[in-house]
């Protein structure tokens, strides 16, 4: 699935939360509270996607999204986020621009907060 797909997918999951969120944020008590909401939202949108399409979208909501599996290579020795879609890391002494970035502005700030 391609980051423009995967964008759609995104865009859906808070097109529904938005459309809800006037009944449902009075509701919701806390952050975990409005994570589930948000999980059971994605649970449903994403039933016919691949487990790796699937897991990239988990670690844009509540991972860090394109930062998820640089932060795992213990290769990587630097990563510098200069906005949602571009993000360069530092591997061998060589400086390398991700071909992978947030898949919305939204998602790209809840990522900066969870830092």
């Given at each position: 699935?391609?980051?423009?797909?995967?964008?759609?997918?995104?865009?859906d999951?808070?097109?529904?939360?938005?459309?809800?969120?006037?009944?449902?944020?009075?509701?919701?008590?806390?952050?975990?509270?409005?994570?589930?909401?948000?999980?059971?939202?994605?649970?449903?949108?994403?039933?016919?996607?691949?487990?790796?399409?699937?897991?990239?979208?988990?670690?844009?909501?509540?991972?860090?999204?394109?930062?998820?599996?640089?932060?795992?290579?213990?290769?990587?020795?630097?990563?510098?986020?200069?906005?949602?879609?571009?993000?360069?890391?530092?591997k061998?002494?060589?400086?390398?621009?991700?071909?992978?970035?947030f898949?919305?502005?939204?998602?790209?700030?809840?990522?900066?907060?969870?830092?």
């Amino acid at each position: 699935m391609t980051s423009n797909e995967l964008a759609v997918v995104v865009d859906d999951v808070q097109k529904e939360f938005a459309q809800n969120a006037y009944v449902d944020l009075a509701t919701l008590q806390d952050e975990n509270e409005t994570s589930s909401h948000v999980e059971t939202i994605l649970e449903r949108r994403t039933q016919a996607l691949s487990a790796e399409a699937k897991k990239r979208l988990y670690d844009e909501y509540f991972g860090m999204g394109p930062l998820e599996e640089l932060v795992n290579d213990a290769e990587i020795t630097e990563i510098a986020v200069n906005g949602a879609g571009s993000i360069w890391f530092e591997k061998g002494g060589s400086l390398y621009r991700h071909p992978d970035g947030f898949l919305s502005g939204l998602t790209y700030q809840n990522a900066v907060r969870r830092l």
